[in-house]
T-cell receptor, first 115, second 119 residues
Framework: EPEVTQTPSHQVTQMGQEVILRCVPI?????FYWYRQILGQKVEFLVSFYNNEISEKSEIFDDQFSVERPDGSNFTLKIRSTKLEDSAMYFC?????????????FGSGTRLTVV | AQTVTQSQPEMSVQEAETVTLSCTYD???????LFWYKQPPSRQMILVIR??????QNATENRFSVNFQKAAKSFSLKISDSQLGDTAMYFCAFMKLEHGSSNTGKLIFGQGTTLQVKP
């Protein structure tokens, strides 16, 4: 069964550093998403991406965040200057259509620890 | 704005028994989807079941079924014949359905319910 692949599985970074979280969506999917889950809390929407542009973003997704699909296969989330409160699990997801009535396929997540 | 509420932070059930997880939501939309996702200790998000709001019939997937009450904005998940592998956090989620290219597919999650299946 096709999978969404996220790397790395765990990243530790110093406060103020830039991090890039990587995702390889399912190959025939057109819509891509990032979600965040602070430990023990609910999953929060960050951004959706379609046709090489952001289609929706949340209030969390401020100027320190950016997304990119640099080569037609990878989908990345960049955090420019990490803060302690950015420590969380970050999930990438993809879907074939925006209707997504079948739900997304989520990756297994990247645990980001900011120290 | 839409909200999703899961009022049961933790639940437990004996193996082979039946358990129901509650979810309510608030929306002014008439067209939307509802989902239940399972998050085991591995933290992977796994789709359990989905429901289209325009369908009156409750969705069923093997041991998992929902009780969708549109007027009450309630979407509960029933797990029959609970198994040890059902131990996980369960999230209820809402997706607004917009027409055409404006549909972004954003999911709004509830706070989650941790389910422990006991042997």
């Amino acid at each position: 069964e096709p999978e969404v692949t996220q790397t790395p599985s765990h990243q530790v970074t110093q406060m103020g550093q830039e991090v890039i979280l990587r995702c390889v969506p399912i190959s025939n999917h057109l819509y891509f998403y990032w979600y965040r889950q602070i430990l023990g809390q609910k999953v929060e929407f960050l951004v959706s991406f379609y046709n090489n542009e952001i289609s929706e973003k949340s209030e969390i997704f401020d100027d320190q965040f950016s997304v990119e699909r640099p080569d037609g296969s990878n989908f990345t989330l960049k955090i420019r200057s990490t803060k302690l409160e950015d420590s969380a699990m970050y999930f990438c997801a993809s879907s074939r259509t925006g209707l997504s009535n079948y739900g997304y396929t989520f990756g297994s997540g990247t645990r980001l620890t900011v120290v | 704005a839409q909200t999703v509420t899961q009022s049961q932070p933790e639940m437990s059930v004996q193996e082979a028994e039946t358990v129901t997880l509650s979810c309510t939501y608030d929306t002014s939309e008439s067209n939307y989807y509802l989902f239940w996702y399972k998050q085991p200790p591995s933290r992977q998000m796994i789709l359990v079941i989905r429901q289209e709001a325009y369908k009156q019939q409750n969705a069923t997937e093997n041991r998992f079924s929902v009780n969708f009450q549109k007027a009450a904005k309630s979407f509960s998940l029933k797990i029959s014949d609970s198994q040890l592998g059902d131990t996980a956090m369960y999230f209820c989620a809402f997706m607004k359905l917009e027409h055409g290219s404006s549909n972004t597919g954003k999911l709004i999650f509830g706070q989650g319910t941790t389910l422990q299946v006991k042997p």
